[in-house]
């Protein structure tokens, strides 16, 4: 049954995606007067969803919305149904600082309630030259890991703050048949707890919920990233290779992703992802429908 849903999605998302979008060249042969007045779209929602190997599955929103010109509210909400559930949501504010700086500020939620709460805010600054751009973030929250009741040490929780810094580069190369680009990421995590000094690490595998413990190790030292994409007309091609290294065990996952999107018109995209386990893992499928206005 589930090789069947994968099988369905890779068919479903190729067909479409291998499609011509409808007329085409007969629209820009007919709208070339109209460029000069373009104006790209401000707003965007995108909605996702997919599938794994072992019966898990996940969905959400993501939307970027032009208050002015210059200044965006940004939201996103993924509930993620795997061995456990988890929420990712993302509340913001974004914009301009001028021709070649944009900021972006947000409050994170990730986690299960009272079992384990991840809140951060977030603080990130991009740079924009030519076809080199770059963004650096800091992150700054707590994580609260809830303990089962009753218990002996009558606690309900343990806190420990949470820091974190993020340094991405990227660049592009345009020629007449295409366009690559590429973008290398490195995040870089640090925790401080706060627990009383009795507590040993042993108590906490003993008196912590089994799926606080299970959203514990999802919980980074570090990560990095490398992305490769090319864009030729409608079509953009993606692969994208990642690191976790696991702040709660000595385990690292590695991942390589493949994208495939298409514009099928101004305001509608489509996209179909995949996801592989370089070590370990779970095989993930997805699609994304995006709107732009």
């Known amino acids: 049954m589930r090789l069947n849903k994968f099988v369905f999605i890779v068919f479903l998302g190729c067909s479409i995606l ?14 070339f007067w109209l460029l000069e007045n373009y104006q790209p779209p401000l707003n ?17 929103l993501s939307t970027n919305l032009a208050i002015n010109s210059s200044l965006y509210f940004d939201f996103s909400a993924t509930r993620q149904n795997y061995t456990y559930k988890t929420d990712d949501v993302s509340l913001g504010m974004s914009g301009k600082l001028g021709e070649q700086f944009n900021w972006a500020v947000s ?8 079992s384990l709460e991840k809140n951060d805010s977030r603080f990130s600054v991009m740079y924009f030259y030519n076809n080199f751009n770059s963004n650096l ?17 009558q606690i309900n929780s343990l806190l420990s703050d949470h820091r974190a810094v993020e340094l991405s580069l990227g660049y592009g190369w345009g020629y007449d048949w295409g ?7 490195y995040k870089q995590h640090d925790y401080q707890t706060r627990w009383p000094g009795a507590i040993s690490r042993s108590a906490i595998f003993i008196f912590a919920s089994s799926i606080g ?10 990560e990095s990233s490398l ?3 090319f864009q030729q007309q409608t079509i953009s091609y993606e692969i994208l290779f990642s690191q976790l290294d696991s702040a709660f065990s000595n385990n690292t996952f590695t991942y390589a992703s493949l994208s495939l999107s298409k514009s099928l018109n101004p305001q509608w995209q489509l996209g179909v992802n995949a996801e592989i386990p370089l070590d370990e893992g779970l095989y993930t499928l997805g699609m994304s429908l995006g709107y732009m206005w």
């Open 179 to 185: 366009q690559l680009y590429s973008e290398i990421k």
């Open 107 to 114: 409050r994170m939620f990730w986690g299960k309630k009272d």
């Open 227 to 229: 992305l490769i994409g």
């Open 213 to 222: 413990l299970q959203q514990a190790r999802s919980l980074a030292d570090n």
């Open 137 to 153: 973030s800091f992150e700054t929250g707590k994580i609260e890991l809830f303990l089962d009741q009753p218990n002996i040490l």
């Open 18 to 31: 291998s499609a011509p979008a409808f007329s085409e060249s007969q629209e820009i042969l007919d709208d």
């Open 44 to 60: 965007s929602l995108w909605l996702y969803g997919g599938i794994d190997d072992d019966s898990g599955d996940y969905y959400g």
